[in-house]
C-alpha cells in the first residue's frame, strides 16, 4: 500500500463529473485574450503548476463576470482571476482555488511493484473549495476506496479520511501558503490519527514552474505502534508544452524522524495534465516511489489516473 500512497494524486462521482465536464467544455467559450497565458499564478492542491508569460488561455468573458477582490496587496495575482476564467494552463494557476471555486479530484492508484501488479488498486478521492481567494480547505484521501480485496492487500475497503486546508501568504511570481491537515490514518482496528504541518511553495519563471511542499507528520494516537513523526518534502517541476498541455517531473525525499538516513525514499516520476477545458483536466504520472532513496530500486513502481472537474 505504501508504493500507491506515496504519490496519492476516481472516485466514482468523479469519472461522472468528468463526462458532464466534456460535455460543459463543448459549450464553453473560446479562452478569453487569444489564449494568452496569465503569467505568475499557479494551482490548487493538486500540486500542477502553471506559465509565465506565454498564453494563459482561459474562458468566459472575465469583462462581464465578477471579479474575485484582492485580500491584499501580496495576493493581488488572484484579484482578477473568477470561477469564469480560471486559468486553462496548469503553469497559471495559484497554489488556492479563487472563492466560490469548487474541484472534485479522483485518483486511481494501481500498484505496479514488480510480481504485485495491481494489488492493491484505489479510487482516492479529494474536494477543495475556495472559501476566500487565500483560504481553500479540502476533504481528501490517502488510500481511499481500496478495492483489490484482502487477498490482494486491502485491510479495508474504506479506512482512512483527512481535512486539508492552505492559506496563501502570496501570490505573486513567487508563491507561499501555510498548509496543515487533520488525517485519520485508520478507522479499524484501530484510530490512527495524525497532523500535516507545513508550507507551500510555488515558483513560476516562463513555462517552467516549480511546486513543493514539504511537511512534518505528527502521530497523535498509536504512537507506540509506530504512528510517529515523519517527513514528506515532494517537489513538482512543471513545463507547459502547450497551452492545454503540461508535463511534469515529480522527486522529494521522505522517512520518519527516527533513523531517517537508515530509512529515507526518494521517488522519481513523470507524468503530464491536459487541461480540456477551464473545468475539467486529466491526466497520470508514472512514479517509482524509492528509485534513489536507501535500499532504492525499480522494482516498486506505481501508476496515477486523475481527473479535475471544477464548478
Not at 475556495?130 to 490482494?152: F, P, Q, R, W, Y
Not at 504541518?197 to 513560476?204: P, R
Not at 507528520?217 to 507547459?240: F, H, S, V, W
Request: net charge negative; with cysteine; hydrophobic share 45%.
Amino acid at each position: 500500500m505504501k508504493t500507491v500512497r506515496l504519490l496519492s494524486w476516481v472516485l466514482p462521482i468523479s469519472l461522472v463529473m468528468g463526462s458532464a465536464g466534456m460535455a460543459l467544455a463543448q459549450d464553453e467559450d473560446p479562452p478569453a485574450e487569444g489564449g494568452e497565458m496569465a503569467p505568475e499564478e499557479a494551482p490548487p492542491e493538486g500540486g500542477e503548476a502553471p506559465m509565465e508569460g506565454d498564453a494563459a488561455a482561459t474562458e468566459g468573458d472575465p469583462a462581464g463576470s465578477e471579479a474575485a477582490p484582492s485580500m491584499a496587496a501580496d495576493v493581488e495575482a488572484s484579484a482578477t482571476l473568477t470561477k469564469a476564467n480560471w486559468p486553462l494552463a496548469l503553469v497559471d494557476r495559484p497554489i488556492t482555488l479563487v472563492k466560490g471555486l469548487l474541484q472534485v479530484r479522483g485518483d486511481i492508484n494501481v500498484n505496479l511493484t514488480k510480481e504485485l501488479e495491481g494489488k492493491p488498486f484505489a479510487i482516492a478521492p479529494d474536494i477543495y473549495y475556495g472559501v476566500s481567494d487565500v483560504l481553500n480547505v479540502g476533504l481528501i484521501h490517502g488510500t481511499g476506496l481500496c478495492l483489490a480485496g484482502k487477498e490482494n492487500g486491502c485491510a479495508k475497503v474504506y479506512n482512512d479520511v483527512g481535512i486539508d486546508a492552505i492559506y496563501a501568504l502570496t501570490l505573486k511570481q513567487f508563491q507561499a501558503g501555510a498548509h496543515v491537515a487533520v488525517l485519520v490514518g485508520s478507522f479499524d482496528p484501530e484510530v490512527v490519527l495524525g497532523a500535516n504541518v507545513g508550507v507551500l511553495l510555488q515558483y513560476t519563471m516562463g513555462k517552467i514552474n516549480f511546486y513543493f511542499d514539504p511537511k512534518v507528520y505528527i502521530g497523535l494516537t498509536q504512537r507506540d505502534a509506530g504512528n510517529k513523526e515523519k517527513i514528506d518534502a515532494p517537489l513538482e517541476i512543471d513545463y507547459q508544452v502547450t497551452p492545454k498541455l503540461a508535463a511534469s517531473l515529480f522527486t522529494g525525499i521522505g522517512g520518519p524522524l527516527d533513523g531517517f538516513a537508515d530509512f529515507m525514499a526518494v521517488p522519481v516520476g513523470v507524468g503530464a495534465l491536459f487541461g480540456m477545458s477551464n473545468k475539467l483536466d486529466v491526466g497520470g504520472a508514472f512514479v517509482f516511489p524509492n528509485l534513489a532513496g536507501k535500499g532504492g530500486t525499480a522494482d516498486a513502481r506505481a501508476l496515477n489516473i486523475f481527473v479535475n472537474f471544477r464548478m
